[in-house]
């Protein structure tokens, strides 16, 4: 394998540490994986029932309640794309959820030596409950 490739390797693990502090925050439900996940002013916005929104990371934060859902073990979360750029990167994160899927669209930026979340557009769908 060539050094750039090497390179290359590393710094894709390196953007991959937000995003896996992202999805802790969602599996334990403890804020202060979301504030090491994102940039201190980035943004977060999109639509929840048909309103829009937008959100500082510390609004967003105080969403989690510091325990996982009650239904955590039907959850779902994956990265399905991810794309890098020397010092800027793009993914998109899925959260499958029994009655909501979350397409989250993430822009990764590397400051001052460190990956973090600079903004998340999301787009929310509502699924059918599946029968118990």
């Known amino acids: 394998m060539s050094s750039n490739a090497l390179a290359q390797g590393h710094e894709l693990d390196a953007v991959r540490v937000p995003l ?3 999805l802790r925050a969602h599996e334990s439900g403890e804020a202060d994986w979301m504030r090491k996940a994102f940039a201190a ?5 999109g639509q929840l029932n048909g309103q829009p929104i937008a959100w500082s990371v510390e ?6 309640g510091g325990k996982p859902a009650a239904d955590e073990a039907q959850r779902r ?11 800027a990167a793009l993914a998109k994160v899925v959260l499958d959820y029994p009655t909501m899927r979350f397409v989250d669209h993430m822009a990764l930026l590397k400051i001052a030596g460190e990956w973090k979340i ?3 557009t999301f787009h929310a769908q509502p699924q059918a409950a599946a029968a118990p």
């Open 20 to 22: 896996q502090n992202y």
């Open 41 to 45: 002013d980035a943004r977060i916005v």
């Open 59 to 64: 609004q967003y934060a105080a969403r989690f």
């Open 77 to 87: 979360r994956s990265v399905e794309i991810l794309d890098l750029s020397g010092d």
């Open 118 to 120: 600079v903004s998340k």
